[in-house]
């Protein structure tokens, strides 16, 4: 079992989120795979939604327009 205590969890969680705003403001995919991820319906899934805007914004359509 992999378990993580609560700090550790929330600290991850924070890291992922201020990547996600990294990603965000440079409109980018980090994953080479995300157009085929993206036709399984990775942009969507709600499950997906913590981790889509750190790794394919781009095809997710999450970038800021301005």
Request: proline share 6%; charged share 30%; hydrophobic share 25%.
């Amino acid at each position: 079992m992999d378990a993580q205590p609560e700090s550790q969890r929330s600290t991850a969680s924070s890291a992922e989120e201020h990547n996600a705003k990294e990603v965000l403001t440079e409109c980018k995919d980090e994953d080479p795979r995300c157009p085929t991820y993206a036709s399984n319906d990775f942009c969507t899934d709600p499950f997906y939604e913590g981790i889509r805007a750190v790794k394919c914004a781009r095809t997710c359509n999450l970038c800021s327009s301005s």
